[in-house]
């Protein structure tokens, strides 16, 4: 089920095949959740980046105190070969940062080629557009839904295709 009220990201993808270079720009955010007393949150944003379910990399925003509109315009670049690309998903995830206690998710998106859904599409958008940065909202998810990654037909060999 969707729900409309974690709010929405907007992330722009940007690939250069020669540079084997992938460059996710964090752009803003809307209507988020509202996680502290005072009515705001104080999200950023972690970016992982995962192939064939495991976490490879993971880099995050700044955070954005007492805001539910936040604007980043922070590029978190990702070296890639574009003998892998094919087999990288993108794990989106906004975060209220909290100076005690634990941290709290306020949503996820998730893109890749591996995705069903607009994190499919757009992924796809980008591959056909190399050195375009290509942008799309997401609306943010209460946690990735099982069905959204695709397994794959074949079973993959034993040594995983990861940028070895």
Known sequence: ?????????????????????????????????????????????????LCQGRRLKKKKTTVKKATLNPVYNEALVFDIPNDNIEDVTLLIKVVDYDRVGANELLGVAVIGSQVIGPGRDHWLEMLECPRRPVAQWYPLMESVPLNLVVSPTRTLPTPLNCFN
């Open 1 to 49: 089920q969707e729900s409309r009220d974690l709010g929405e990201l907007m992330v722009s993808l940007c690939y250069l095949p020669t540079a084997g270079r992938l460059t996710v720009t964090v752009i803003k955010m809307r209507n988020i959740r509202a996680m502290d007393i005072t009515g705001s949150s104080d999200p950023y944003v972690k970016v992982c980046l």
